[in-house]
């Protein structure tokens, strides 16, 4: 009879061979150099398309940029094949959620990692968020790089309503590491006020909804970015959609300093999912995510289905949208901050895959395909206060890179055409 102790090796050999495709397909990459060769290179500093370039990686950076022939690359070097390939950066998603559990929350890493996510903003913080980011940070789990705003300010709980009891709390929260300050909709005025100038004394960025009690004007005066287009609509036509507000109020935006977080797709897919549920719950992507998240979004659970019919379509929601989209070009076009975030893991807007929808909303609402890349790279690391490290393809930055069969300065739907990610100069080829 086996002893437990044998047992309990043979168990623990068997499971590791389970993972060593895994382990033998990354270790190559991360200790020694990677070179991308003959490849086209959209580094996204500007719309310059870079041809047959090499792309020299070595611990994690990028170390070299240059024409091919002219470039050497050393002979220990890993070469990637980049011939009729495009190198970009990294897609950046600025308004991502885990919503699936401890377990399910590490299961997603990945799906983010396989659609080109090299970088996210989760809105909606807590002690496992940051954990998990210490566990991405220290090389222990394998995911994109997590930036974290506080748990949400005013939905339930925690509620300042108080000068004390929003300075202790933007305060306990900068004290553990968050990256921004989360802000909804039920803060009183002073609460949000207090929040404000702690936050802005601590060098403490504030992002979230346009807070009810101070409506859009407050929010200006406050120069707190938005997590959404359509708080747009909320805070200053609440009534009627008028188109002829546009050019004043884009004026007012522009002056006020904010940058906007679009989050098209949220908004368009409970509309997809009001016309036909069925068919959005077989969206590519919804197969490969843990139950505890898609449990809520079948029809019997799906909380739109329940808030909105198809009259709600009709009557309010399209021409909302058609709306947020007239909104979003003339931001735009005024230079207006507008920037990549799909919200995430709330019903039916895939982690990962919603970063290539979103691409497709914005080019849709009137930005060019180059200008919706630099949302989702550029224009996010920048939002990040990260733009000395990712965003760009330029020596020296980090190496979060993403490989396409095609060119997304053609059409955005290139993103898709994914022949590999690198994250911090681990190469995971497409297979």
């Not at 909320?234 to 546009?246: N, Q």
């Not at 949208?321 to 019903?347: N, R, V, W, Y």
């Not at 920048?382 to 965003?391: Q, T, W």
Request: net charge negative.
């Amino acid at each position: 009879m086996l002893s437990y102790r044998y047992i309990e090796f043979f168990c623990v050999v068997f499971t590791l061979s389970l993972f060593a495709p895994l382990g033998s397909a990354l270790e190559p990459y991360a200790d020694k150099p990677t070179a991308f060769v003959n490849v086209s290179v959209i580094s996204m500093a500007n719309e310059t398309v870079l041809e047959h370039q090499t792309v020299l990686i070595n611990d994690g950076k990028i170390v070299s940029i240059g024409p091919m022939d002219a470039t050497k690359v050393p002979r220990k070097a890993t070469k990637i094949d980049g011939e009729g390939k495009y190198l970009v950066p990294g897609l950046i998603d600025l308004h991502a959620h885990f919503f699936a559990g401890r377990k399910g929350n590490m299961e997603l890493l990945p799906i983010y990692l396989n659609q080109g996510v090299t970088t996210l903003l989760n809105m909606k913080g807590s002690k496992g968020i940051l954990t998990m980011r210490e566990q991405v940070d220290s090389g222990e789990v394998l995911g994109p790089e997590i930036y974290t705003t506080t748990p949400i300010l005013g939905n339930a709980s925690p509620y300042p309503a108080t000068f004390d009891e929003a300075v202790t709390l933007t305060k306990q929260f900068h004290a553990k590491g968050y990256d921004f300050v989360k802000v909804y909709n039920q803060i009183p005025a002073e609460g949000y006020r207090d929040i404000i100038e702690t936050a802005e004394k601590l060098d403490f960025p504030v992002v979230g909804h346009a807070v009810r009690s101070v409506m859009l004007e407050g929010v200006l005066n406050a120069k707190q970015d938005l997590a959404h287009m359509e708080e747009i609509i909320y805070g200053y036509f609440p009534d009627e959609l008028d188109e002829s507000k546009i050019p004043e109020l884009t004026q007012h935006i522009k002056n006020s300093g904010i940058s906007i977080i679009a989050t098209l797709i949220a908004y368009h897919n409970i509309i997809r999912q009001i016309d036909d549920i069925e068919s959005m719950i077989n969206s590519p992507g919804v197969s490969e995510l843990p139950t505890s998240l898609t449990r809520s979004w079948q029809a019997e659970n799906n909380t739109y289905l329940k808030r909105f019919s198809p009259e709600s379509n009709e009557a309010y929601l399209r021409p909302s949208f058609a709306f947020i989209q007239k909104l979003t070009k003339a931001f735009h076009e005024a230079g207006i901050p507008i920037l990549m975030g799909t919200d995430a893991c709330i019903s039916i807007v895939v982690p990962g895959y919603s970063a290539h929808d979103e691409l497709q909303e914005l080019v849709d609402a009137g930005l060019s395909p180059y200008a919706a890349m630099a949302s989702a790279t550029r224009e996010a690391a920048i939002f990040l206060n990260a733009e000395h490290e990712i965003g760009t393809i330029e020596v020296g930055k980090r190496a979060d890179l993403l490989l396409l069969n095609a060119n997304p300065l053609e059409n955005i739907e290139h993103t898709r055409k994914i022949e590999g990610v690198m994250t911090r100069g681990k190469w995971l080829p497409k297979q």
